[in-house]
């Protein structure tokens, strides 16, 4: 079946370096992937929808300069958290859509020290 | 905002136990779908509904949708240890864009 994969799954970084989060459509185009953002024992909440081709869709509360959104191809959307700080640590996950079922990547643990 | 609350937060039961997860809103979803999540991964889907008063039956989960599409549960008989983990209810807010709800975290003890 369809496979969303994300990359890295765990990272741990220095308190104001840049993360790049990667999602890819293993086996279908999407022009259409989402990111949430998961605390500890909470629910997803969607921080953004990134269309390729044209610029990502935040929800409310999202800053966006901070959560950069690229994506370039149809298989590929990115997620970079500039300037990382420790209130940024959180589990991130991406989907995509697939034939009217949405695909969740596996997460990123983000650890900021 | 839309808001799809679900109760209870937190369950624990003996194993072949049945128990019943509600996930509650006041707006109509047009479709709204189940996912389990284990710890440090991602949700994976477990059924969609899509018509208000659908009911969908996997192996010991009963899904409902209700009939004004603003609620749902889900109905597990005889629990396992395997069914321990996050249970998720997202409602489709059009153009597949999910809001998830609050989340049901469920423990089974053997």
């Known amino acids: 079946g369809a496979v969303v994969s994300q990359h890295p799954s765990w990272v741990i970084c220095k308190s104001g370096t840049s993360v790049k989060i990667e999602c890819r459509s293993l086996?279908?185009?999407?022009?259409?992937m989402f990111w949430y953002r998961q605390f500890p024992k909470q629910s997803l909440m969607l921080m953004a929808t990134s269309n390729e081709g044209s610029k990502a869709t935040y929800e409310q509360g999202v800053e966006k300069d901070k959560f950069l959104i690229n994506h370039a191809s149809l298989t590929l959307s990115t997620l970079t958290v500039t300037s990382a700080h420790p209130e940024d640590s959180s589990f991130y996950i991406c989907s995509a859509i697939g034939v009217d079922i949405q695909y969740f990547g596996a997460g990123t643990r983000l650890s900021v020290l | 905002t839309q808001l799809l609350e679900q109760s209870p937060q937190f369950l624990s039961i003996q194993e072949g136990e049945n128990l019943t997860v509600y996930c509650n809103s006041s707006s109509v979803f047009s479709s709204l779908q189940w996912y389990r999540q284990e710890p440090g991964e991602g949700p994976v889907l477990l059924v969609t509904?899509?018509?208000?008063?659908e009911v969908k039956k996997l192996k010991r989960l009963t899904f409902q949708f209700g009939d004004a599409r603003k609620d749902s549960s889900l109905h597990i008989t005889a629990a396992q240890p395997g069914d321990t983990g996050l249970y998720l209810c997202?409602?489709?807010?059009?153009?597949?864009?999910?809001?998830f709800g609050t989340g049901t975290r469920l423990k089974v003890l053997a």
């Open positions: 509904v899509v018509t208000g008063g």
């Open positions: 086996d279908f185009q999407a022009t259409t």
């Open positions: 997202a409602g489709d807010r059009g153009t597949y864009k999910y809001i």
